[in-house]
């Protein structure tokens, strides 16, 4: 068996149809896990879309209504939760890339990872590379997935302390649900 390997593709070393393709991917993957977990039957009652960090992960809005900003303050070199959430029963979450927000950049470290503690690794990612490039996002090698009713814990490492609502760290990620359960379904 083959070791899962986890790194991040800075987003200027890939061409417009390989981030197109990390995309894609990110679907299918989605798709896949929602057709084996029987989440519909059809899978035109799916809606595939990008999370809403408030919604989904009921992240608390910060004054100005930013999103993806860190609510706690960071300590140099400690571990900091940065969310934990429970999936809905009849949904799919796929971590496909991140992005650094804030200047200066606080965070060396970012571990997905599944379960009531952050023992459960699911990928981690070193992404101080990302600082010295003019788009500071990172495509992940490969999509990470966490299904329904698990529960989805970003921990991160602060290289510097900063105080609560100042830091930005984003994910690109994509959610797959019943239609209607957030969005609607198109009308005909």
Known sequence: MAATTSYLIPAGDLSLDERRSMRQNADAKLLSAATKLKIRDNPDD???RDVLPFTDFALAPA???EEWLMAGPGVNGTDLQYFASQLAVERCVVFFGLWLG???YGV???RLTQGATSAQIRSAYQVEKLEPRLEPFGYFNEGVIFIRQEVVRIMVMPKAAFAANTLR???EARTIEPIGLVISGPSI
Request: positive net charge.
């Open 102 to 104: 804030s200047v200066p």
């Open 46 to 48: 799916l809606c595939i």
């Open 169 to 171: 760290l984003g994910f």
């Open 108 to 110: 060396t470290r970012v």
């Open 63 to 65: 004054a100005n209504n």
